[in-house]
């Protein structure tokens, strides 16, 4: 073969070779942008703290900010339903939030538990009473947690498999709220900081074993907020808000895009 003709040869081969793997990637691509996405959950997962709601969304507050919809924005699935709500329970999330879910259901993400191992009330016991009234309000909350909580999210996990049985689900837990030594001169003790970190730990911990016990991932948020807890000096999260007590304690925008986000999408 001339040298011109086995140019031309090995050109036409290459040429075909690189059209061939360009068009699997753009299958690849077509593949993974036809993800149908549902997220569930509580206040965490509606973005509450973030601000821009939804207005149609109502006392869900469900929020252009939060890590459903920009994950959502980043990868353009072929659908996307938002459930999650605002003060949502287990209970919540099984008799209103599973509609979108059917047999092509691919994703779906949750957080969930916070709310029913009473997140709220243990707050405002330990920012209103004494050290050890709060840290007794603590035991109750771990103690529910170890006897009913289990079970609550069994029965959303399991309703989650019966309806959406392909999805693969991603629990995203919660993060530690105060950077201990840190820079708050006021407001509550350390002892009781470390107690309200502790019990977050001790809600991941629980939740983290009946996801992988129904074959979910738990998408583990305590690294991604580390070092910007409150009395951080750089905080995604907001302390109490008398001025919008709501949004007391939950992610800022910055928590939602820096500290949720990158585990759902490290984990979808």
Known sequence: MKMSRL????????????????????AQAQESAAVDYVALGDSYASGVG????????????????????????????????????????TGDVTAGQLGPLNS??????????????????????CVLQSEATCLNRIATARAYVDSTLPGQLDSVYAAISAKAPSAH????????????????LVG??????SAINGAADYLNAATAKRAADHGFTFGDVTSTFTGHEICS????????????????????????SGGYLPVLSANA
């Open 104 to 125: 092509g259901t691919d994703l779906v993400s949750i957080s969930i538990g916070g709310n029913d191992a009473g997140f709220s009330d243990v707050m405002t016991t």
């Open 7 to 26: 140019v031309a040869f090995s050109s036409s081969l290459l040429l075909g070779t690189l059209l061939a793997l360009t068009g699997a990637g753009v």
């Open 233 to 256: 000096g750089d905080a995604w999260l907001h302390s109490l808000d008398l001025l919008n007590i709501g949004q007391s304690y939950h992610p800022t925008a910055a928590g939602q």
């Open 188 to 193: 509550l003790s350390e002892a009781k900081r």
């Open 50 to 89: 973030a601000g821009s709601y939804d207005s149609g969304s109502g006392d869900c507050k469900r929020s252009t900010r939060a890590y459903p919809a920009l994950w959502e924005a980043a990868n353009n699935p072929a659908s996307f339903a938002f459930t999650a709500c605002s003060g949502a329970r």
């Open 169 to 184: 689900v991603v629990v995203l837990g919660y993060p530690r709220f105060y950077q201990l030594g840190g820079s708050c």
